[in-house]
């Protein structure tokens, strides 16, 4: 992968930046930008980083509007933390699969099934999932907070069944697994990666723990997606298989300008990629109208939201 000079490679995408910065001046406003977003958002966007770092982020913003280039769980989780600021998303579309495969009501079904079980769930929910949980986490701290929970503690995970199987692999748990998957991380594929390490010998393997457990077991590093990111800083080779969302790989290059880093691909797909359609559906466009029109607006029933902080504090308490 070619390093870029800028995203903002067109006189329209340079208009929309400069009509972008001077409706955030205006409106008092932060723009925050998961890793997976389009490399022209990540470039004008104030903080970029994973599910952990935005919600910190939000916790701790002295801005009137918090506009979230993510999804939408994301933008209910800076809602929750911050619920006396205007929170935007950019396309009000841009859901998860990952959050749609824990549907609430089934999941407050199995939660009673195992009234005796301290419930898990990963930040990639909804906030009606997150209200029925008792410690929310992220790839990066899944570990960490699991570990921390006495060994004799029965635990429910979900919604992510590969990144709960991770987990129980790296502490020696026999966590409950809800049968949840990412439509991007469960799709990546072996054969395709192994392709690729013959072509490329000396690359390490970088797989997030969202995907299967055969891609977990080649990797070189398992990790989320800001330790993937890390673990290329900081590591000596000179080449990376990358086995996560590929928007990644922009700032991975802009980081490492020296190294190459080379997407892996998914099963029955033409080209050599993985996105995700949800993170690619915000726009400059679209951010561009969302602070002008301070719509749509991330709306959560303040019942639901009076749970559902409880067990996001806790992991920050925990992180």
Same mark, same amino acid.
């Given at each position: 992968?070619?390093?870029?000079?800028?995203?903002?490679?067109?006189?329209?995408?340079?208009?929309?930046?400069?009509?972008?910065?001077?409706?955030?001046?205006?409106?008092?406003?932060?723009?925050?930008?998961?890793?997976?977003?389009?490399?022209?958002?990540?470039?004008?966007?104030?903080?970029?980083?994973?599910?952990?770092?935005?919600?910190?982020?939000?916790?701790?913003?002295?801005?009137d509007v918090i506009?979230?280039?993510?999804?939408?769980?994301?933008?209910?989780?800076?809602?929750?933390?911050?619920?006396?600021?205007?929170?935007?998303?950019?396309?009000?579309?841009?859901?998860?699969?990952?959050?749609?495969?824990?549907?609430?009501?089934?999941?407050?079904?199995?939660?009673?099934?195992?009234?005796?079980?301290?419930?898990?769930?990963?930040?990639?929910?909804?906030?009606?999932?997150?209200?029925?949980?008792?410690?929310v986490v992220t790839?990066?701290?899944?570990?960490?907070?699991?570990?921390?929970?006495?060994?004799?503690?029965?635990?429910?995970?979900?919604?992510?069944?590969?990144?709960?199987?991770?987990?129980?692999?790296?502490?020696?748990?026999?966590?409950?697994?809800?049968?949840?998957?990412?439509?991007?991380?469960?799709?990546?594929?072996?054969?395709?990666?192994?392709?690729?390490?013959?072509?490329?010998?000396?690359?390490?393997?970088?797989?997030?723990?969202?995907?299967?457990?055969?891609?977990?077991?080649?990797?070189?590093?398992?990790?989320? #997606?800001?330790?993937? $990111?890390?673990?290329?800083?900081? /590591?000596?080779?000179? &080449?990376?298989? =990358?086995?996560? @969302?590929?928007?990644?790989?922009?700032?991975?290059?802009?980081?490492?300008?020296?190294?190459?880093?080379?997407?892996?691909?998914?099963?029955?797909?033409?080209?050599?990629?993985?996105?995700?359609?949800?993170?690619?559906?915000? #726009?400059?466009?679209? $951010?561009?109208?969302?602070?002008? /029109?301070?719509?749509? &607006?991330?709306? =959560?029933?303040? @019942?639901?939201?009076?749970?559902?902080?409880?067990?996001?504090?806790?992991?920050?308490?925990?992180?």
């Amino acid at each position: 992968m070619q390093s870029k000079t800028s995203a903002l490679d067109s006189p329209l995408k340079k208009q929309l930046a400069e009509e972008i910065a001077g409706l955030k001046k205006e409106k008092n406003a932060v723009i925050m930008a998961h890793y997976y977003q389009r490399d022209e958002i990540k470039e004008i966007a104030d903080f970029i980083g994973d599910s952990l770092a935005l919600a910190r982020k939000a916790a701790e913003t002295d801005a009137d509007v918090i506009v979230m280039c993510g999804v939408h769980f994301m933008g209910e989780t800076a809602k929750i933390l911050c619920p006396d600021r205007t929170v935007l998303i950019p396309d009000p579309a841009a859901g998860c699969s990952l959050a749609d495969s824990c549907d609430p009501v089934e999941f407050e079904k199995f939660v009673k099934q195992h009234p005796d079980h301290t419930v898990i769930s990963y930040v990639n929910t909804s906030a009606a999932v997150k209200a029925l949980t008792d410690i929310v986490v992220t790839s990066g701290n899944a570990r960490k907070i699991v570990e921390s929970l006495p060994e004799e503690e029965k635990i429910i995970f979900g919604p992510d069944h590969n990144l709960g199987e991770y987990i129980n692999s790296v502490t020696g748990r026999s966590m409950l697994l809800w049968n949840g998957a990412c439509h991007v991380h469960d799709r990546f594929s072996l054969q395709g990666i192994a392709d690729l390490k013959k072509k490329h010998p000396g690359a390490k393997v970088l797989v997030h723990p969202e995907c299967r457990r055969p891609l977990q077991i080649i990797a070189d590093k398992v990790g989320s #997606t800001a330790a993937l $990111l890390d673990f290329a800083r900081k /590591d000596e080779a000179k &080449e990376y298989i =990358v086995v996560t @969302e590929s928007g990644i790989l922009f700032d991975m290059q802009r980081e490492c300008p020296e190294k190459t880093f080379i997407p892996a691909p998914a099963e029955d797909s033409e080209c050599q990629c993985n996105e995700c359609d949800y993170m690619k559906m915000i #726009t400059l466009e679209k $951010l561009r109208d969302c602070l002008r /029109d301070g719509k749509p &607006e991330i709306v =959560v029933d303040p @019942e639901i939201a009076k749970k559902a902080i409880k067990p996001i504090e806790r992991m920050l308490a925990l992180s």
